[in-house]
């Protein structure tokens, strides 16, 4: 057994951190600090932390093949220009629906990016049930609906063989699958392979191993939990040092490291002081088990 490690290597304050990408062209970190409407980058070399300001929540970030970023901001599927910090918006949904916005979202293996949507929370968790959808940003940059009545459209995934799409609407404490046709980028036939444990509260961010077991990030948790989605069953629980971890990611040399992000927003005084970390990056070492790279957005 390897001894697992973890690490915070950004301790400054994401109210939401969110959407880790490992960016293996910069050999930097991807993510987003949502109400801090930032996009980041996070080089472990120099240790600095680059941010681009942006004009509304930003929910997730993706590599672009074009060189470029997209990012989903407020509701828009955006082209995110890092060197010039410029934004340029690519479509727009929920137009009936001005409280909401954008959550998590991941391009899928052939260039498609998936994100989900939610009402703005009141306060973590609490929010007006049923008013989110999932989407897809196609290479042509036409959109796709893929359902509504969600609450809160959270972590996704494709399993190594394309042939299934991981998914999470948090509220449901579930993590779902649906049968994926790699051609026509639909999903079908949704069902539950896990539902959470009592205290691994809330599942939000989620990517998969090169074993294809799924890892997901346990909000209000304080944890990363690896599932068996043949099973259902949980293999291993990787606690950190913060209750509010949002999401997680592989990268550095080989996608060895694991890279998980958490939030600050909804602690009082007490809980922030016995937790000065929350809303850190955090990096896990010693798996024993790589992840895969990122897919980059086709369009
Ligand atoms: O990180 C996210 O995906 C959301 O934007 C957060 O708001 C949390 O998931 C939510 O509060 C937990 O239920
Ligand atoms: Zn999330």
Redesign the pocket.
Known sequence: MSSVRVECVVSSGFG?G?SPVWDEKEGALLCVD?PGRRACRWSPGSGQLQAVPLDAPV?SVALWKSGDYVVTLGTRFAALNWKEQQVTTIAHVDKDKPNNRF??GKVDPAGRYFAGTMAE?IR??VLERNQGSLYTLCPDLSVVKHFDRVD?S?GLDWSLDHKTFFYID?LSYSVDAFDYDIQTGKIDNRRSVYKMEKEES?P??MCIDMEGKLWVAC?DGGRVIRLDPETGKRIQTVKLPVDKT?SCCFGGKDYSEMYVTS?RDGMDKEWLSRQPQAGGIFKITGLGVKGIPPYAFAG
Do not use: F, L, R, V
């Open positions: 939401i969110e949502i929910s959550n998590d929370e973590p968790a809160i959270n948090s809330i939000d961010g909000y949002t939030a």
